[in-house]
Nanobody, 121 residues
């Protein structure tokens, strides 16, 4: 599986962006999908995860109520809708495919290349 993330850019605080992550191959629907981010000088952190069908998701507390993860298995794509963006959301965002929902970070099999989101104040 190859993952291609896109949709990053420069946005003012309070604005919105939608990230996309397109996957190659026919096994997309068998992977749990998630988003991580890495801010300058900081470690990569988990942002959100979605289950195989798209019916269940989980978010880091800092983005709850502002970000929404979704997936379209017919299009082999996972999305991250980001609303009410804050300067502290500035980071490179990475999508990932893994084998477990509860232990997602330890089961990641594939990473996307990252897309930069910059939020100005």
């Amino acid at each position: 599986v190859q993952l291609q993330a896109s949709g990053g850019g420069l946005v003012q605080a309070g604005g919105s962006l939608r990230l996309s992550c397109a996957a190659s191959g026919r096994t997309f629907s068998s992977y749990f999908m998630g988003w991580f981010r890495q801010a300058p000088g900081k470690e990569r952190e988990f942002v959100a995860i979605i289950n195989l069908s798209g019916g269940s998701s989980y978010y880091v507390d800092s983005v709850k109520g502002r970000f929404t993860i979704s997936r379209d298995n017919a299009k082999n794509t996972v999305y991250l809708q980001m609303n009410n963006l804050k300067p502290e959301d500035t980071a490179v965002y990475y999508c990932a495919a893994g084998r477990s929902f509860s232990n997602f970070p330890t089961t990641i099999a594939y990473w996307g290349q990252g897309t930069l989101v910059t939020v100005s104040s």
